[in-house]
């Protein structure tokens, strides 16, 4: 099921926006486009219990073998807090809240390996898996869409982004990549923040103010979300 918000929701398995009543307030929305799911991705068990600061910090505990969740979801929070904050922490408690304000969406909605697989390329073929991403991008309608190495896994006639302006990264960590700008929105394709270098979330965060700076100014085009 996908609600009226863009969250799809199934018996074990959930993703969207994390708090619709903080996400419909901020000024710059922010959706992140992963992969799959390594388990059962659920926010509300992150950050139901809002006394509990335990519960905030949990996407970067260890208890998962290989810390997964913190390999993945720290950097997000990083980005995110520097975008949304205009400054940096490395509080855990307030990554763990900037993560609380934001989207996050996995293309995969089933559990899968740690490396792209072909059941990953096939259910991604799938027409019935690409009609519920596609669904939630556009009922999210966010003004910056960050990509973990997902972009071109959407097709240019569900979500045009190659009408952008096409700019490239300043650092060569992500040199075969790209971010694309509209006056209304900024696609940027980074590479997948489960491995991150230390110019990661620098090169992302200045690719969004790259945007941010110059969308009323620069002659981009106007992105159509029908």
């Known amino acids: 099921m ?7 929701i199934s018996d074990d398995y959930e993703d969207g926006i994390m708090n619709y009543e903080l996400f419909k307030n901020e000024k710059i929305k922010i959706l992140w486009i992963l992969r799959e799911t390594h388990g059962k ?6 950050w139901g219990d809002k006394d509990y ?5 949990e996407p970067f505990d260890s208890k998962d073998k290989k810390n997964s969740k913190g390999h993945t979801y720290r950097p997000i929070a990083k980005i995110c807090y520097q975008i949304l904050n205009t400054k940096k922490t490395r509080n855990a408690y307030e990554l763990a809240t900037a993560l609380e304000r934001i989207a996050i969406i996995n293309l995969k909605k089933t559990p899968g390996p740690e ?11 799938n027409l019935e898996n690409r009609d519920i991403f596609v669904n939630q991008i556009k009922r999210i309608k966010p003004d910056v869409i960050i990509c973990g190495n997902t972009l071109n896994d959407i097709k240019t006639s569900e979500i045009n982004f190659r009408k952008g302006t096409e700019k490239s990264f300043s650092n060569t960590v992500m040199a075969n990549n790209h971010y694309f700008c509209f006056k209304n ?3 940027i394709n980074a590479y997948h ?8 979330v620098p090169t992302i965060v200045e690719a969004y103010q790259d945007w941010i700076n110059n969308k009323d100014i620069e002659n981009w085009p106007v992105f159509n979300w029908e």
């Open 41 to 46: 991705f659920n926010p509300k068990k992150w």
């Open 115 to 125: 490396t792209k697989s072909e059941e990953y390329e096939e259910d991604i073929r």
């Open 53 to 57: 600061l335990k519960k905030k910090i």
């Open 193 to 200: 923040p489960s491995k991150p270098t230390k110019k990661y």
């Open 2 to 8: 996908i609600t009226k918000y863009g969250n799809y």
């Open 185 to 187: 929105i900024v696609f």
